[in-house]
């Protein structure tokens, strides 16, 4: 369960099909984390999948486009934790990572309550500022996923509540 860091909690889960990649992202949106969010994998492993449910746990009802193309789409959700940003990018088209600074992409991260969800970070790794967390997807068959999420945290007491809500909610999956 723990790493040998002992500030980080992780977690794997073994996702049979869409249905529990959306479980998964309902119970991680009940935590409201805030920081900012890695999430790899190969390309259709369920990055924009696992984000499209996580907004519409949190309220969001209209579309959510991959933001392949533009960078970053912005969301400005109405929660049961007050308003909460969320801005999902995809930097697999980032060309040099100081377009990130020209769309103010470092401003986000100073938002109260706002998450920051990154696909393809690994295309920008000297500039962002390290993960609050991760999720690791690896795509085991058409709908089959195992998947490792990973929280920094330095605060062992929310580590511990956080370890037990999702332990607790997600014990089919692990
Ligand atoms: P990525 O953003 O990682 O490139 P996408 O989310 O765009 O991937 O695509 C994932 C594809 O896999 C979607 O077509 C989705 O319907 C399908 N899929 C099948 N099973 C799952 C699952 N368990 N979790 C997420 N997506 C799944
Ligand atoms: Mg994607």
């Given at each position: 369960m723990n790493t040998a860091?002992?500030?980080?909690?992780?977690?794997?889960?073994?996702l049979k099909n869409e249905a529990d990649t959306q479980r998964?992202?309902?119970?991680?949106?009940?935590?409201?984390?805030?920081?900012?969010?890695?999430?790899s994998g190969d390309l259709g492993?369920?990055?924009?999948?696992?984000?499209?449910?996580?907004l519409r746990a949190l309220g969001h009802d209209g579309a959510v486009k991959s933001p392949t193309y533009t960078l970053v789409e912005p969301y400005r959700l109405a929660t049961p934790f007050g308003e909460k940003p969320v801005y999902?990018?995809?930097?697999?088209r980032l060309q040099d990572p100081e377009e990130l600074e020209f769309i103010g992409f470092f401003e986000y991260f100073d938002e109260p309550n706002a998450l920051?969800?990154?696909?393809?970070?690994s295309r920008a790794l000297d500039v962002l500022p390290k993960p609050d967390w991760q999720i690791d997807i690896l795509k085991q068959g058409d709908e089959a996923r195992s998947v490792m999420l990973t929280c920094h945290d330095g605060n062992q007491q929310s580590l511990q509540t956080l370890t037990q809500t999702l332990t607790q909610t997600l014990a089919e999956l692990m």
């Amino acid at each position: 369960m723990n790493t040998a860091n002992s500030q980080a909690f992780q977690l794997t889960l073994r996702l049979k099909n869409e249905a529990d990649t959306q479980r998964f992202a309902e119970a991680l949106a009940a935590l409201n984390p805030a920081g900012s969010l890695w999430l790899s994998g190969d390309l259709g492993a369920g990055k924009t999948t696992f984000t499209r449910y996580f907004l519409r746990a949190l309220g969001h009802d209209g579309a959510v486009k991959s933001p392949t193309y533009t960078l970053v789409e912005p969301y400005r959700l109405a929660t049961p934790f007050g308003e909460k940003p969320v801005y999902h990018a995809d930097l697999y088209r980032l060309q040099d990572p100081e377009e990130l600074e020209f769309i103010g992409f470092f401003e986000y991260f100073d938002e109260p309550n706002a998450l920051v969800i990154i696909e393809w970070a690994s295309r920008a790794l000297d500039v962002l500022p390290k993960p609050d967390w991760q999720i690791d997807i690896l795509k085991q068959g058409d709908e089959a996923r195992s998947v490792m999420l990973t929280c920094h945290d330095g605060n062992q007491q929310s580590l511990q509540t956080l370890t037990q809500t999702l332990t607790q909610t997600l014990a089919e999956l692990m």
